[in-house]
């Protein structure tokens, strides 16, 4: 009975010789949450823009609850919520104007309008500044203020383009709570985003995208799988017994490390994060000396390895501003 | 609707029940927007631009230091030559200044518009579920406050200088909404124009190309006897020129003339041509 929030097969989309966008393939269940990651450029804004009427479809079909984007895109816009990467919000007008003006665009009375605008803006913590000029507002107002503009009209599907690059980590756990409170509501969300972690936490599925070809899909933990799991970095002591280092992750892990005999770095492919202190105690024990420890998740460039065979290329993904950071590090 | 009233029960607290029913808003989903919906949105963007006039005054600079300071600049510099004095003049004068004045107005239509479109909110009313043509259309609506602004003042100022208008109250009336309507239909080519261009300036390089020959190869300050044969051939047809006339039929002797007839027809052609052309062109390229 319940039709596919999106299902698109064979989707193109061509700027001159470059398919930004290559043949492909989705289906978005109701009520999901559906990450869809991949390096800058790799085509996931693009495609978000063509399911939302934003951008002509050049080949392939779209359907969204079952009506032809292509077709019937006035039928679509009625029934999905764009949020960009840019807040796409009016700088010249007040929050409280900008929304109910969304709001009166899309037929309702002045004072349903009204009463919709003030209703998000507390919704969304912008109450005290729902009657100040826009170039008061930070990045994570602005972002939360163009998400509220999507949900006027309770769109049942709503599409987030990277809805948390640039926020804090703070501001990023509150959008993540929003998120989860709107499919709770019923809506269906399809997001896309540059961050494993992210996609890890929110995403009931995740479609990787490189190059504008769907690479892989599948739930977080299936996705993680393929790439393995966290890894433990030691570095030895100077002096410290290799051999007996190695036997001793052997004992612990069942798996052998890698070592770098040269400068005494010595890797551990860990299943859970948390074995590592069984190795750390293994190793104390057996009394080898270490200078430093840290457990780093795997990164999207990891993920991207795996997957594709090349890295995202991305010098975005290492800068500090990245959440695929190591968990642990000491010294 | 009802899904409003669901979240206001408790403001602050996000309603944990299930308000958004896909079926219901598929079944909602209407495949076109209706013409008295059309006219309500650009309404409401034409709200939003006379908002943002508001709060950047600046805008006004054009229509009303331009009416005042060359209404006063053209009289006593040309008044002599041309007509021997300057109150004798006046009756040629203002209504091509008027003229003028007004397609001034009418390109930095296109101008603002395309500066409005490099910006974010034009990307959200792209994917409302509103008429294509309202995001265009409502800007024009409210700079119908600028051509008035504009045509009342070179008016104004006119009399000042001395000007006393044949016609009376009501033919300046009739002038200044036949120049009102002129601008608004001419101002379709230059959205034309901020639709197609590629940032703001090139819009005005454009524009100019086009505005130059329009206002000054008229017979807004010149009798056309002056001008060489060819010269006098395209001022003949310049629709200008046809806005000028019938113009000066109105404020200067009360006469709703021919002239009047083919601005009007001039006007509808243009928004004919070009208010779709500039539609096709708002979808396919922003």
């Keep these: 009975m319940t039709t596919a929030s999106v299902s698109a097969t064979g989707l193109v989309k061509a700027f001159g010789e470059v398919r930004a966008v290559d043949s492909v393939d ?190 892989a899909q599948g739930t977080p933990d299936e996705l993680k799988t393929s790439v393995g799991s966290s890894t433990l970095q030691l570095q030895l002591a100077d002096g410290a017994d290799h051999d007996l280092a190695r036997q001793v992750v052997w004992r612990v892990v069942g798996r052998a490390p890698v070592l770098t005999p040269e400068s005494g770095r010595m890797n551990v492919p860990l299943e859970t994060a948390d074995v590592a202190g069984d190795v750390l105690i293994g190793l104390r024990q057996a009394g080898v000396t270490i200078v430093s420890v840290s457990v780093a998740k795997p990164t999207l460039d990891e993920v991207f390895l795996a997957l594709t065979g090349h890295d995202t290329g991305d010098a975005a993904q290492s800068d500090e501003s990245s959440p695929d950071e190591p968990l642990v590090e000491a010294r | 609707m009802s899904t409003v009233t669901a979240s206001q029960t408790s403001p602050g607290v996000r309603a944990r029940t299930h308000v958004v029913d896909p079926a219901t808003a598929v079944a909602r989903a209407r495949p076109h927007t209706t013409l008295s919906e059309t006219v309500s949105q650009t309404l409401f963007m034409a709200w939003r631009s006379l908002k943002k006039m508001r709060r950047n005054p600046e805008q006004f600079f054009d229509v009303t230091l331009q009416p005042l300071l060359f209404t006063a600049m053209f009289a006593y510099i040309f008044g002599g030559a041309i007509s021997g004095n300057v109150k004798s003049y006046l009756p040629l004068l203002i209504p091509g200044i008027v003229a003028q004045t007004v397609l001034t107005t009418c390109m930095s239509t296109g101008v603002q518009l395309r500066e409005d479109m490099e910006k974010g909110v034009f990307d959200r009313f792209k994917a409302l579920p509103i008429a294509r043509i309202a995001p265009l259309a409502g800007p024009m609506v409210a700079d119908l406050v600028r051509y008035l602004i504009a045509a009342g003042l070179t008016f104004l100022m006119g009399v000042i200088i001395g000007y006393r208008p044949g016609g009376g109250a009501a033919g300046v009336l009739g002038a200044i909404v036949l120049a009102i309507f002129t601008g608004w239909a001419i101002a379709w080519i230059f959205t034309f124009i901020g639709t197609i261009a590629r940032n703001a300036r090139s819009v005005q390089g454009i524009s100019m190309l086009f505005l130059f020959p329009l206002t000054f190869l008229s017979n807004a300050f010149v009798p056309v006897r002056t001008l060489p044969g060819a010269l006098a051939a395209f001022v003949r047809v310049n629709p200008v020129s046809h806005l000028v006339s019938a113009s000066r039929d109105l404020a200067n002797h009360g006469v709703i003339s021919g002239e009047v007839g083919w601005t009007l027809l001039a006007g509808l052609a243009v928004i004919a041509i070009f208010a779709p052309l500039s539609v096709y062109s708002y979808k396919r390229h922003i």
């Design chain 1, 26 to 215: 989705l289906e978005v269940q109701q009520g999901e949450i559906f990450g869809v990651l991949g390096p800058n450029g790799a085509g996931k804004t693009t495609m978000l823009r063509m399911l939302a009427t934003l951008l002509p479809i050049d080949a392939g079909q779209a359907r969204v609850f079952g009506v032809d984007v292509a077709r019937e895109p006035h039928r679509v816009r009625q029934l999905v919520g764009v949020t960009g990467q840019y807040a796409s919000v009016d700088e010249d007008l007040t929050a409280t104007e900008n929304l109910w003006l969304f709001g009166r665009l899309q037929g309702l009375r002045s004072a349903d309008a009204r009463a919709t605008a003030t209703d998000l803006l507390a919704q969304f913590g912008l109450e005290e500044a729902a009657n100040k000029p826009l170039s008061q507002f930070s990045g994570g107002m602005r972002r939360r203020l163009d998400l509220a503009a999507s949900l006027i009209s309770r769109p049942p599907l709503i599409f987030l383009d990277e809805p948390t690059t640039g926020l804090d980590p703070r501001t990023r756990g509150q959008m993540w709570d929003t998120i989860r409170g709107l499919v709770a509501d019923g809506c269906t969300i399809m997001l896309t985003t540059q961050y494993l972690d992210e996609a890890d936490q929110l995403a009931d599925r995740i479609a990787v995208i490189d190059h504008g070809r769907k690479v």
